[in-house]
């Protein structure tokens, strides 16, 4: 993923984004946990993408993708024909956290407002324009390369009821992601949603969360 992000999407952009932020980079990492995310570091004039190894396992079945919010997207905005596979799934990943790089560098990513008109915009062009299917080729096409299976068969997402079964009251569980990611027990479960009560930062607030948007923590 790493090197598709820059091979496929940042060496295209990387003069517009130059211009904009002279002396800029792009560097991209795989973290050990879920956390997947775009910061700039504007000491080093450094864009960084992280993605989470944990995020690329949850990634692979229905049960676990379904908390990702790359998976809602897919669904509702029609990207790659509104298909979940672990190979589409992937290639939105790194669609999307490229955007947040070129969200940033247009100066339209705000406090509070991060998945905004602005970002959906840059989103929507990436896959119109065709950059969205060049990374997946390219994903498949490298994954293969190096002898590892990246699934393109469809999957669909588990239904309410279903999820609903997966809970239990006390369940430690995590939502978000990355600086945003939050931890917490359900202390309730709801028709669609869980309640929960957050922990450590976040201790004192209460939340209601979907189901396809809880992951267990530890």
Known sequence: ?????????????????????????????????????????TQQKQHLI??????????????????????????KRGYFSGELSPLNLLAHTCCHEFAHLLQHSEGKRFRGSVHNRHFYHI????????????????LLAGARSKGLELSESAFSL?????????WQVGDSVVFGKGPKEILGHIIRINRKTCTVDGAGKSRGVRYRVPFQMLRRAG
């Open 158 to 166: 588990p239904e309410p009821a279903h999820q609903r079964h997966r």
């Open 50 to 75: 992280t993605y989470g190894a944990r995020m690329i396992e949850a990634k692979q079945q229905p049960d676990t993708a379904s908390g990702w919010l790359s998976s809602r997207e897919i669904i």
């Open 123 to 138: 989103l929507d062009e990436l896959h119109a324009s065709g950059g969205a299917a060049a990374t997946r080729s390219a």
């Open 1 to 41: 993923m790493c090197e598709t992000t820059r091979n496929v999407l940042w060496q295209p952009a990387s003069q517009w984004i130059r211009a904009r932020q002279p002396g800029s980079d792009l560097a991209c990492r795989t973290g050990s946990g879920q956390a997947t995310y775009h910061r700039f570091d």
